[in-house]
Each structure stands twice: as structure tokens, then as C-alpha cells.
């Protein structure tokens, strides 16, 4: 007969125990930022940052100067704000007051650049905890999206779009590529006291305050009723890519 000693015993239980928590994500997926590059064609690549804070999300356009922020509310309804870091200025909008957004905003879209309707069936999973990777594929004869998306932090880590040429050769034209992301909690609680901190206006006192050269100014530029519509729709649609105007 063969004994087991205990203090063995207790080895191999810690052993799978740790084993076991390796596989886990302890990561606070609800308040992050991730940095993203985006390519759009042949335009050069641009970078933004992907804020969360619960239930407030943020789009940052680096170069733009530009943020927007999408609030979900009790009622399931999703109010944007728009900012203008430049001027330290924004503009409040009650939902479904941005012309071209529809009835309602996709908010997985906006949490997460990605539409949970487009993550449902993945074709090949690899990896484990934080780093766990699930890959999806859609498309038709005209074109693909190809997604690599991180279930425990609910970010895409890359996203690409191609289209057939005339020729029948697929081209790429429109990626985007996670460059890395930090769950700072006082740094992200910072950056979203910071927008609110900024002078607001309500989208419906605007044409009230015409003289003000900063409304002005945006009117004739067109970020105060044409805002980002998101990257890709529920159907794989390349849209107006997030930040262009």
C-alpha cells in the first residue's frame, strides 16, 4: 500500500489552485483606457484613446482634439457630450439629438468599438486570462472584417476590414490595431473630472448663443450636429471611421 504524504498533497492542490488563477482575469474591465492606431485607406494612421469610467465612455481623436462622451442612463437611453480639449468647451446633447445616430446609439458599440451582434460566434479561441483572444470572421464576396477581440477586458485588440478590388485582390481599408491599455483608476477618474470641469453648453441653446465665436465657429465647421457615428455597424459596414467630420 502506498501513502500520500500530506505536505505532497498540499503541494499538488496549490499547484492546480495556482494553475487555476493563472487562467483568471482579475483586471477591472469597467475603468480602463486603451490606446488604439487607426488606419483608414491610405490616409495616415491616426491615434485615440478609449476611456471608460462604468457607465461613462469616452472616445478620444488625439490629433483632432476632440472627445466624445457617451453617458448610459437608467432609462437604457444614451446621452452624448461632446468636447473640445483645445478649447476647453462641450456641448451636451439629450439622446437621440445627434442627426445621423439614429433612434438609439449601440452602446456596446461605443463601450467597446464593436457591436456584441458582430461578437457571437467565434471561429478560433487561443490563450488564456487577461490575454484570452477570440477570433471572428464575417463577410461575403465584396468584403471581410476580420476581428480579434479580449472577452475578459471586452476590447478589440485588432480589426480589419478588406474590400475587392476590380481585380478580384483584396485591399485593406480600414484597420485598427490596440497598442495597449492601463487600468489606472486615478488616472481615468482624473481625465473624466477634467472633461466635466470643461464650460458646457446644451445643444438646444445653441442657436441662442450664435455670437459666442467658439459655438460660431463650430457651427461652420459642422461638429455641432454631425457627430462620429462608431466604426463598424451591427452588419460589418465600415462607417465614417469614429472621428471624421
Known amino acids: 500500500m502506498k501513502y500520500f504524504s500530506l505536505a505532497a498533497l498540499c503541494c499538488a492542490i496549490g499547484g492546480m489552485a495556482n494553475a487555476a488563477q493563472a487562467e483568471q482575469c482579475d483586471a477591472n474591465a469597467e475603468v480602463l483606457k486603451a490606446d488604439?492606431?487607426?488606419?483608414?485607406?491610405?490616409?495616415?494612421?491616426?491615434?485615440?484613446?478609449?476611456?471608460?469610467?462604468?457607465?461613462?465612455?469616452?472616445?478620444?481623436?488625439?490629433?483632432?482634439?476632440?472627445?466624445?462622451?457617451?453617458?448610459?442612463?437608467?432609462?437604457?437611453?444614451?446621452?452624448p457630450v461632446r468636447y473640445f480639449e483645445q478649447y476647453q468647451r462641450g456641448i451636451e446633447y439629450q439622446p437621440g439629438e445627434l442627426k445621423g445616430q439614429g433612434l438609439e446609439i449601440d452602446w456596446s458599440q461605443k463601450y467597446q468599438l464593436v457591436s456584441n451582434a458582430l461578437l457571437e460566434q467565434p471561429v478560433r479561441t487561443q490563450g488564456q486570462g487577461c490575454e484570452r483572444e477570440e477570433l471572428f470572421e464575417h463577410g461575403n464576396e465584396q468584403q471581410k472584417l476580420a476581428i480579434t477581440w479580449l472577452p475578459e477586458l471586452k476590447l478589440v485588440k485588432s480589426m480589419t476590414l478588406s474590400k475587392q478590388d476590380d481585380q478580384g485582390q483584396w485591399?485593406?481599408?480600414?484597420?485598427?490595431?490596440?497598442?495597449?491599455?492601463?487600468?489606472?483608476?486615478?488616472?481615468?477618474?482624473?481625465?473624466?473630472?477634467?472633461?466635466?470641469?470643461?464650460?458646457?453648453?446644451?445643444?438646444?441653446?445653441?442657436?441662442?448663443?450664435?455670437?459666442?465665436p467658439f459655438l460660431a465657429k463650430m457651427i461652420n465647421q459642422g461638429f455641432i450636429e454631425h457627430g462620429a457615428s462608431g466604426f463598424y455597424s451591427s452588419d460589418g459596414q465600415a462607417l465614417r471611421g469614429g472621428h471624421h467630420h
Do not use: I, P
Open 171 to 212: 485591399q485593406q481599408v480600414n484597420s485598427l490595431e490596440l497598442q495597449g491599455y492601463q487600468l489606472n483608476k486615478q488616472q481615468v477618474e482624473r481625465q473624466f473630472a477634467l472633461w466635466d470641469s470643461y464650460q458646457s453648453t446644451d445643444y438646444a441653446d445653441v442657436g441662442d448663443n450664435e455670437q459666442d
Open 36 to 79: 488604439y492606431l487607426q488606419q483608414q485607406g491610405k490616409q495616415n494612421a491616426k491615434g485615440f484613446s478609449l476611456w471608460r469610467l462604468h457607465q461613462e465612455v469616452a472616445h478620444q481623436a488625439l490629433a483632432q482634439g476632440l472627445v466624445e462622451k457617451w453617458q448610459h442612463l437608467r432609462s437604457g437611453q444614451v446621452r
